[in-house]
């Protein structure tokens, strides 16, 4: 037996194993959410130099989250039968393939693509990143589990802003997507030499489980169609043909999903799942919670860069406490719901997140950096609290054969929120901006932002942001009516 063989036969075999699977889960994990907010830093740049205004420019979040949503349910539900490694490996193949494509990329299109190509290896590790930590945790200790999850989201909601803000002011935007690969290259080794194969797959029996490829085909279908109608609505008009015929095509994609996985022995989603309270309650208030948080990841690097004229690198500094609170509260949270439970606790933490929201609607052109950062920690404690204890709630209501899917179908209410939250965000800008009579672009190029243009843009993104105290707001109500979750 080789070295390295005995020092992997260790690894898993030791007490200690699910810390070494939490410590390799954590690497892409963490590049997912490093690389989409460090991109949001370069949105600014990447629209000064394709001369793009906001609602084009949105479509390099909007494409990444688009295909993410559509494939996130698959591949939860693949790895329940084929084993966690195998998807999250080649998931994190495609992403270092696609962010080698957007590094060299020389036109628009070509970004939009690689976008979209690597949201589709970003479902493969967000189906399956919470699964495969939660499974190697006891149960008495889900609460932290899911705490110590959340701190990887929160240090890679840190480190996106500061590596992405140094990169793009000293090597520029394209080094956003370059930088993705040597840590998706750590990533891809670390996982092979810990993670078990088909260990924690769902057990065959009889002829074994099978592939939903129509449930599949379905729900990603169902879900492109939806969310295709909520970012192009505005700009066509809901009296459009392609609306109404995209409006008809999905309530038709829907129903037959539906029909199909209530008929299916082995569904994709089961959705009598639904009929747990906890479990329909805390997605719906999941959905709104980040229905709003999106509008703060969105919109704020513009009115940082653009607005206030900070630099790319000062910029991400003034996002870096909202993140950093996140890391913070998470674990103290998870801990906390594992002996008094959790609905309280996502309570107050939509109550912070509402908080934040208001605070953010009342910038102005001469706002205050302690206004910002305010916002910030009111905003990263809420949505810390409120993810570490609303996701355990929801993971305590069901049996762990189906986590692959419940994971992945909780990604898809993150992805689908997040890009009905930016979309949402983007008409209301552009309709303000619109009726005050400028372009919704604060672009460099030619000088053309004036004060008037300034002033219509904080304006415009006060309206949205006041919206997203009221999807806060309606998570929070949603977190009070339901049942109170037993601690273990």
């Not at 899911?146 to 935007?173: A, D, E, H, R």
């Not at 008009?237 to 392609?242: A, Q, R």
């Not at 305590?396 to 009905?420: H, M």
Request: hydrophobic share 50%; charged share 10%; with cysteine.
């Amino acid at each position: 037996m080789s070295i390295i063989s005995r020092y992997r036969k260790g690894i898993l075999t030791s007490i200690y194993y699910k810390w070494w699977v939490y410590s390799v889960v954590a690497i892409p994990i963490f590049l997912t959410v490093m690389d989409q907010t460090a991109i949001n830093i370069a949105l600014p740049g990447i629209a000064n130099h394709f001369e793009a205004d906001l609602p084009t420019v949105q479509w390099i979040t909007l494409s990444y989250v688009l295909s993410t949503s559509a494939m996130v349910m698959p591949f939860g539900r693949l790895s329940d039968i084929l084993g966690r490694k195998l998807v999250v490996t080649a998931g994190l193949v495609i992403f270092i393939f696609a962010a080698a494509l957007g590094g060299v990329a020389q036109g628009f299109i070509l970004i939009i693509i690689a976008k979209t190509v690597q949201g589709i290896g970003s479902a493969a590790i967000q189906a399956n990143g919470f699964a495969t930590i939660i499974e190697a945790f006891p149960q008495k200790e889900r609460g932290k589990a899911n705490g110590m999850y959340m701190t990887i989201i929160g240090v890679g909601s840190i480190s996106g802003p500061i590596i992405g803000g140094l990169l793009i002011s000293n090597l520029g935007w394209r080094s956003v997507f370059f930088a993705a690969i040597p840590f998706g290259i750590i990533g891809l080794v670390a996982i092979l030499f810990v993670l078990q194969g088909r260990s924690h797959a769902i057990p065959r029996q009889g002829q074994g489980l099978r592939f939903d490829w129509m449930g599949a085909a379905l729900s990603s279908a169902a879900t492109i169609c939806v969310l295709l109608i909520i970012t192009n609505a505005y700009n066509l008009g809901w009296n459009s043909s392609y609306v109404i015929l995209g409006i008809i095509s999905s309530v038709i994609l829907i129903s037959s999903f539906v029909w199909w996985e209530l008929q299916n022995d082995d569904p994709m989603l089961d959705l009598r799942l639904f009929k747990n309270r906890i479990f329909s309650l805390g997605v719906s208030a999941r959905f709104f919670s980040f229905l709003g948080g999106s509008s703060v990841f969105f919109l704020m690097p513009f009115y940082l860069i653009q607005v206030m004229h900070q630099p790319a690198n000062k910029a991400a500094m003034l996002m870096i406490p909202g993140a950093l609170c996140m890391a913070v509260v998470s674990p103290i949270s998870g801990r906390l719901s594992d002996k008094i439970g959790t609905k309280w606790l996502n309570v107050l933490g939509m109550g912070l997140s509402c908080t934040a929201m208001l605070t953010f609607s009342q910038l102005s052109v001469e706002s205050s950096p302690l206004h910002i950062i305010t916002g910030m920690v009111l905003s990263g404690s809420g949505m810390g609290m409120f993810n570490a204890t609303n996701t355990t709630s929801i993971m305590s209501a069901i049996d762990n054969p189906k986590f692959g899917i419940v994971s992945g179908f909780l990604a898809l209410s993150r992805t689908s929120a997040n890009l009905a939250g930016v979309a949402l965000a983007t008409m209301l800008v552009t309709i303000t901006m619109s009726s005050s009579g400028y372009e919704p672009t604060l672009s460099f190029q030619n000088g053309n932002v004036t004060s008037d243009v300034e002033l219509a843009f904080v304006s415009a993104i006060n309206l949205a942001f006041f919206a997203a105290s009221g999807y806060a707001l309606i998570s929070l109500i949603l977190s009070v009516i339901r049942t109170q979750n037993r601690t273990p």
